[in-house]
């Protein structure tokens, strides 16, 4: 099995948990093991524990890991699980909490998982491939408002209702099965001088990835990871998507903040109190040397905070 994936944001990420030798930390999304590796030569009686619902990147990340195993436990589940696992282990709270959302390099580089314009390959995208629903059930079974809402949403690419025509006229005759079917539908819906652009299909795919894998969802979580953490602990957050910064950023915005009234209410009378702090007021971007040996890196985006006594 061939995994290549460099960690973003490996440096900022590691900086902003703040690792204490004998504490306990999350990584939700253990990939190719990078930031796990990080975290676990910083601990020594500490623990660490790792979700992921990738088979192949587990088995990988086992390797990268091996002379830290005895620190670690790996858990084969979606990371929004996160509070009832933790909790069946006897995990109550946790000092530190890593998600690095998105799709690894290495799930995008294996033609067969179909998740890439660039190989020819079933119709997949599935992060987990034991179980769920995948892209051809996603193109070939979903309304035309379905595809519209998905494709607007998620990618928000501009040609979505010429797309979602052309996707629904070729289906009637037969069924889109390829990533190269696909990506030839999309580009026939552009004029011919921009259909060799090599992204063209790119916010598409990226919108059926997200509906696939329910990834928005999963940030439901989010909640969960901020009760999880002791006082002084920390969340790193690494996003890729605007949406999903922009869940980030609200659900931080909501718990570092002490009064939710209406501004022109005289006193407070919702009593809410704020129980975490912002420590990136902005969010952390990759620096130049990154973006040099890692362009996948371009849109991503960090965003830390504290948990403090409510």
Do not use: W
């Amino acid at each position: 099995m061939q995994f290549n994936h460099i960690s973003v944001l490996k440096n900022e990420s590691i900086a902003g948990l703040n690792i204490k030798p004998d504490g306990i930390y999350v990584d939700c999304t253990l990939g190719g093991g990078g930031h796990s590796l990080e975290i676990a030569k910083r601990l020594t009686t500490g623990r660490l524990y790792c979700f992921d619902k990738d088979e192949d990147a587990i088995s990988y990340a086992k390797t990268v890991l091996k002379d830290h195993l005895d620190k670690i436990t790996i858990i084969h589940d979606n990371f929004k699980n996160i509070k009832s696992r933790l909790n069946e282990l006897g995990v109550e709270k946790v000092d530190g909490i890593l998600a690095d959302l998105g799709v690894s390099s290495y799930q995008l580089d294996t033609a067969e998982r179909g998740f890439s314009y660039r190989y020819d390959a079933r119709l997949d995208m599935r992060m987990d491939a034991s179980s769920g629903i995948s892209a051809y059930e996603v193109v070939n079974t979903y309304s035309d408002k379905d595809l519209q809402k998905i494709l607007f949403s998620y990618g928000e690419e501009k040609n979505t209702f010429a797309i979602v025509k052309k996707i629904i006229s070729s289906r009637a005759i037969k069924p889109i099965e390829t990533t190269f079917e696909l990506k030839d539908i999309i580009t026939s819906c552009y004029p011919p001088k921009d259909r060799n652009k090599p992204a063209l299909a790119n916010k598409v795919f990226q919108a059926i990835r997200i509906e696939v894998n329910g990834e928005l969802d999963d940030l439901d979580s989010l909640e969960d990871m901020i009760e999880l953490l002791n006082v002084g602990g920390r969340l790193c957050v690494i996003t890729f998507h605007p949406l999903e910064d922009r869940i980030a950023k609200n659900v931080f915005k909501l718990h570092s903040t002490d009064c939710l009234c209406p501004p022109k209410m005289p006193k407070c009378v919702c009593g809410h109190k704020s129980d975490i702090t912002l420590v990136t007021r902005k969010p952390i971007a990759p620096s130049e040397e990154e973006l040099l040996h890692n362009s996948r890196s371009a849109s991503a985006k960090l965003r830390v905070v504290e948990k403090k006594v409510r």
